[in-house]
């Protein structure tokens, strides 16, 4: 025996989280003892980095890799998508192995040994081989321990048979029934695939289809869209939907573990067949495939409702995009009266009556050379937008915007980056009678006018 491992993070997980690793060793008290952790991506030679750690007071080695791993990650920008598309940032494989090194004495040479027998090599006692961490962060105050609850998200189905489930597994807090205009995008994300052994032919959280059906006012389903998570389609791993998940598994990758699906009617419509223009609600619905290669109606991993919503008293609005804790991306429209104000720093200098610089032979009278002259202007906007009345639920919901680190706006068919500055809310001013929030955001555009000189 030497290294145990006595902790070790779940999968998928979070990388802004702390990702713990306790281990111990019969080793431990060996002179010169240090415990030497390598970190690679996940199913390849791929070498991140190596940590060593002499044992604590009680002979154990204790490593947080959170902040070592999220600078091997991103954040996918994935709001245009028509279709599926796969995490190039967000989503990474990771592969953590154990080793040992110790001398014969406080002052030999030490040795290398790889944690699984009394030899030296590289390390390579590993816990769980894979672990499939976002570029997310748990919400600790209300967390129970260190890993993020992935149950909740994730769930292990026989693949590629007619079998029953029910799952809202979007990875949002946001509310499954929204409310959405034309003209706006939206994503939603979800795990996809295999977390426990990465060629499993057996058991996944396979999304091998996305139903969405269309409805009218009167509640009849006037079209319907059935989009297949295939390579072709900018998703995976399958290449094509004649593949059974025992043909697919092999060619799962970070990418495909986690997907992004264009659901808004603007992703729809850039797909080549926008929604019929009577349309008042459409449902999205990923599910499952059968043995037959078809579509799995009875395997459901979540269920979204998107109400048609034409604005409010002819304000256009602001649609914003923000990375929410799992470290995809929600999406909401303030509604009401939007502003913008424009600040201007000028400098000026005092420009001196005498040209001294002169090259004639005399000064002449210039008047146009008196008084201040402005040699830089600085542009600063800043805007403002209020949302409509919103629910409790919404209002707890919204907040994901205000703490986010990357928010956008959508500017017709493009997304710019923005600043979020103050935030106003305006809840329960009278309790008997007001039951409604009301939020008044303040950003500004992180690219500002450049300044002219």
């Known amino acids: ?169 979007a990875l949002t807090n946001g509310p499954t029934t929204q409310n959405i205009n034309d003209g706006e995008y939206l994503t939603t994300a979800l795990f ?37 998570n295939t390579t072709a389609n900018g998703g995976g791993p399958r290449t094509s939907m004649g593949d059974l998940w025992s043909t697919a598994a092999p060619d799962q990758t970070a990418g495909t573990r986690l997907i992004h699906i264009g659901v808004g009617p603007q992703n729809i419509a850039d797909l080549g067949t926008p929604l019929n223009s009577s349309w008042a609600y459409y449902t999205v619905k990923p599910i499952g495939q059968g043995d037959d290669n078809l579509e799995n109606n009875d395997g459901v991993w979540a269920t979204l409702r998107f109400n048609k919503s034409t604005g409010n008293c002819a304000y256009n609005g602001v649609r914003f995009a923000w990375k929410n804790e799992f470290g995809v991306w929600d ?59 919103l629910s409790q639920a919404d209002a707890d919901w919204l907040k994901e915007l205000f703490f986010s680190p990357n928010v956008y706006i959508q500017n017709g068919l493009v997304f710019e980056p923005v600043v979020i500055g103050s935030t106003e809310l305006v809840e329960k001013t009278n309790p008997r009678t007001q039951k409604n929030f009301q939020y008044r955001i303040e950003f500004q555009p992180a690219n500002q006018p450049r300044p002219r000189q």
């Open 1 to 169: 025996m030497a290294i145990t491992y006595r902790q070790y993070p779940t999968s998928p997980n979070m990388a802004n989280n702390n990702l713990v690793y306790e281990v111990t060793s019969d080793k431990s008290q060996q002179p010169q003892y240090q415990f030497v952790m390598d970190i690679y991506t996940s199913g390849s030679a791929d070498f991140i980095q190596r940590v060593k750690q002499q044992p604590n007071p009680s002979l154990k080695g204790v490593f947080d890799i959170g902040q070592i791993i999220v600078q091997y990650l991103g954040d996918d920008l994935p709001f245009t998508t028509a279709g599926f598309s796969t995490s190039s940032f967000t989503m990474g494989g990771f592969e953590v192995r154990m080793g040992e090194e110790y001398g014969t004495s406080t002052s030999s040479s030490v040795l290398l040994y790889n944690g699984i027998a009394p030899v030296t090599g590289s390390p390579a006692k590993i816990a769980d081989r894979y672990y499939w961490n976002t570029n997310g962060l748990v919400d600790y105050p209300n967390a129970i321990n260190f890993n993020f609850d992935s149950g909740s998200y994730l769930a292990m189905e026989s693949a590629s048979i007619y079998n029953t489930f029910d799952y809202q597994h």
């Open 192 to 228: 996809n695939g295999n977390f426990m052994d990465p060629t499993s032919d057996v058991i996944a959280q396979d999304v091998a289809y996305v139903v969405i059906n269309v409805y009218n006012a009167a509640g009849s389903n006037i079209q319907n869209y059935q989009l297949e």
């Open 331 to 389: 999406y909401y429209t303030f509604g009401l009266q939007s502003d913008s104000s424009t600040g201007i720093e000028r400098q000026a200098y005092e420009q001196t009556f005498v040209d001294f610089s002169t090259s004639t032979n005399g000064i002449p009278y210039d008047k146009q050379r008196r008084g201040q002259s402005q040699f830089y202007n600085a542009l600063t906007t800043r805007k403002t937008a209020n949302s409509d009345w």
